[in-house]
Structures are given as structure tokens and as C-alpha cells.
């Protein structure tokens, strides 16, 4: 009993640093008109990782919460890439920039979070968490008639790239790693040029959530 109560108690925590993270990111707010960044740029390249971090809260909240979402943004992804509404080759290609990023990504979050000696936790798991693309998100948007499919997968990862803005924000003010505050400075850069070649494609209109 004693253990299922620290358990809850640790998670608690974890949660509440996450409200934290995202309470900070939004008294930052964003920048707006950010410069025109290549998504293809993204941190593929993987940057090596030191031997060892040192994350507070805020470093490893924001660790465990971009890994899930990354991964539902690549469920969505692969998903949308098998429909006919992802034909148009300038479509494609916008997303196979954004999955190889997504991916890269995930490789230097995993390999900061071993540094810091933290285990990956997915703590969201149902959670309706703002930008986080649900499994129920995916099984409605499979159900979709294929006419509305394209703008609402774009809209789905509108909303998932502008969250993460927000996130990444927070970090880079209340993370105490300077690894993990640098790879939030790169995700930023990447996600407000990737929401940018969003924008340009055809029926993706209206502004996505910014928190």
C-alpha cells in the first residue's frame, strides 16, 4: 500500500511540473514572425551527448511529455501518408521533412534522458494534454470522409507544432540543463518554420492553438 502510494505521490509531481512548464511558457508567450528556418534543417544530425546531465524537474517534465507527443505526431503521419490525401508530392514532402525531424529529435530527447540516469515515463498516456495527437484523434480522423481527412490531419499537426513551441519556450526559461535548454532552442526554431510550410498548403487554413 505504501508503495502504490509513493507511486501516486512521484507522478503527482511530475504532473504538477509539467502545469508548471506550461503555466512559465505561457507567461513567456511567443515570438512572433519568427525567421524562415528549412524544417529539413531540424536536428538530424544527432549532437553527441555528454556522458552525464544534471535535469531538474523542468528538464526531464519536458522530456517526458515531447517523446509521446512526438509519437503520436508520427502516428498521425503515417496514417495520413497512406490516404489519397496526402498524393500531392508538395504535401509529402512537407511531411517526410517533419517525420525525419520528429525522429531525430526523439533520438537526442532518449539519449539526454539516459544521460540525466532518468527512465522514460509515459505519464500522459490518455490524457487529453493540449498539441498531443490521442489515439481517439486518430480513430476519428480514420472515420473521416476523405474529403476533410487533409485539413484535419493539418490541423491536428498545426496544433501539435504550435504546443510544442510553447513548451519549448518553457524550457529554455525554467530548464536547468543547458543540453536540454539548447535542443529546445533548435525544436523551436524548427516547429515555427515547419508550421510556416504548414500554412502555405492548400486548405490549411484558420490559426492553430498556441496553448
Known amino acids: 500500500m505504501s508503495r502504490?502510494?509513493?507511486?501516486?505521490?512521484?507522478?503527482?509531481?511530475?504532473?504538477?511540473?509539467?502545469g508548471t512548464l506550461a503555466a512559465t511558457a505561457l507567461a513567456v508567450g511567443l515570438t512572433r514572425g519568427a525567421s524562415h528556418v528549412d524544417p529539413a534543417a531540424a536536428p538530424t544530425s544527432v549532437t553527441p551527448t555528454p556522458a552525464s546531465v544534471l535535469l531538474n524537474g523542468t528538464d526531464d517534465a519536458f522530456i517526458q511529455l515531447?517523446?509521446?507527443?512526438?509519437?503520436?505526431?508520427?502516428?498521425?503521419?503515417?496514417?495520413?501518408?497512406?490516404r489519397p490525401s496526402a498524393a500531392d508530392p508538395a504535401l509529402r514532402a512537407v511531411l517526410g521533412d517533419i517525420r525525419a525531424a520528429h525522429r531525430a529529435e526523439s533520438v537526442q530527447l532518449r539519449r539526454l534522458l539516459a544521460a540525466g540516469n532518468r527512465l522514460e515515463q509515459n505519464i500522459h498516456a490518455g490524457h487529453q494534454m493540449p498539441g498531443m495527437v490521442t489515439d481517439a484523434a486518430l480513430a476519428e480522423l480514420r472515420a473521416a470522409p476523405e474529403a476533410e481527412v487533409?485539413?484535419?490531419?493539418?490541423?491536428?499537426?498545426?496544433?501539435?507544432?504550435?504546443?510544442?513551441?510553447?513548451?519549448?519556450?518553457?524550457?529554455?526559461?525554467a530548464g536547468g540543463s543547458p543540453e536540454v535548454k539548447t535542443l529546445a532552442g533548435r525544436i523551436r526554431e524548427v516547429r515555427a518554420a515547419e508550421l510556416s510550410t504548414l500554412a502555405r498548403q492548400p486548405g490549411a487554413t484558420g490559426t492553430p492553438p498556441a496553448n
Open 150 to 173: 487533409r485539413s484535419r490531419a493539418v490541423g491536428l499537426l498545426r496544433a501539435h507544432l504550435a504546443q510544442t513551441v510553447v513548451l519549448c519556450r518553457g524550457e529554455q526559461t
Open 4 to 18: 502504490r502510494a509513493g507511486l501516486v505521490g512521484r507522478v503527482g509531481r511530475i504532473v504538477g511540473v509539467v
Open 66 to 82: 515531447l517523446l509521446p507527443m512526438n509519437e503520436g505526431a508520427l502516428a498521425l503521419l503515417d496514417d495520413l501518408d497512406a
